[in-house]
């Protein structure tokens, strides 16, 4: 039931993007990216992981140079569990055998203020909201989800513009605590993303 819900939010906000779209002069198009993914937080290794994410966007020209760009894309995020998770959770509600590869996917909602200091070159920043569709995990023994969502985060980079293709750079860092574990420990997302974004209009 929650799947569909979270399908039926997804699919009305893309909606609702393509009718802003033409309701308004935008510009749009779609992206594709790779991050790299950590958690960081009692029990999770630091250690980066490779995923992949893509999406559709479009920008508003404020001004000449400021514009707002509102993207929706869904992302898949690596993680690993680190070496001593037993000894922060084995005696509350962590499993002791489990896996040590984490794989979530989200659908996210970034909000970005983009300023064109040269027509080829940008910096964004702003806010993201993401919430979780797909979990592969077992991290608590009593079958319970062991990240909590919606995740709130702050995102900043840069991007080469050439002509209707741009180059990407983004960080991402996480806002809200993402642990459903223990309220004695707190998770923290980070992400650094690479990407090529195309206009189609």
């Given at each position: 039931?929650?799947?569909?819900?979270?399908?039926?939010?997804?699919v009305a906000l893309l909606?609702?993007?393509?009718?802003?779209?033409?309701?308004?002069?935008?510009?749009?198009?779609?992206?594709?990216?790779?991050?790299?993914?950590?958690?960081?937080?009692?029990?999770?290794?630091?250690?980066?992981?490779?995923?992949?994410?893509?999406?559709?966007?479009?920008?508003?020209?404020?001004?000449?140079?400021?514009?707002?760009?509102?993207?929706?894309?869904?992302?898949?995020?690596?993680?690993?569990?680190?070496?001593?998770?037993?000894?922060?959770?084995?005696?509350?509600?962590?499993?002791?055998?489990?896996?040590?590869?984490?794989?979530?996917?989200?659908?996210?909602?970034?909000?970005?203020?983009?300023?064109?200091?040269?027509?080829?070159?940008?910096?964004?920043?702003?806010?993201?909201?993401?919430?979780?569709?797909?979990?592969?995990?077992?991290?608590?023994?009593?079958?319970?989800?062991?990240?909590?969502?919606?995740?709130?985060?702050?995102?900043?980079?840069?991007?080469?513009?050439?002509?209707?293709?741009?180059?990407?750079?983004?960080?991402?860092?996480?806002?809200?605590?993402?642990?459903?574990?223990?309220?004695?420990?707190?998770?923290?997302?980070?992400?650094?993303?690479?990407?090529?974004?195309?206009?189609?209009?």
């Amino acid at each position: 039931m929650m799947q569909g819900l979270k399908c039926t939010i997804v699919v009305a906000l893309l909606f609702s993007f393509c009718e802003a779209l033409q309701a308004q002069k935008w510009e749009y198009g779609v992206n594709v990216d790779l991050n790299y993914s950590y958690v960081n937080g009692k029990g999770m290794s630091a250690k980066m992981n490779l995923g992949y994410g893509g999406g559709v966007w479009a920008n508003y020209a404020i001004t000449k140079k400021f514009k707002f760009q509102p993207e929706l894309s869904g992302a898949q995020y690596n993680y690993t569990k680190a070496g001593d998770f037993d000894k922060y959770y084995k005696n509350d509600v962590g499993r002791v055998d489990a896996d040590t590869k984490v794989r979530l996917a989200y659908f996210n909602v970034p909000l970005l203020l983009r300023y064109d200091i040269f027509p080829m070159f940008s910096v964004l920043a702003g806010p993201q909201a993401g919430i979780v569709f797909f979990e592969d995990e077992n991290l608590r023994k009593d079958g319970i989800n062991a990240f909590r969502h919606p995740e709130l985060s702050a995102t900043g980079g840069v991007q080469f513009n050439f002509g209707s293709a741009s180059l990407y750079g983004r960080f991402n860092q996480g806002l809200s605590n993402i642990s459903n574990m223990s309220t004695k420990y707190n998770w923290y997302s980070s992400h650094i993303q690479f990407g090529l974004a195309v206009k189609i209009k």
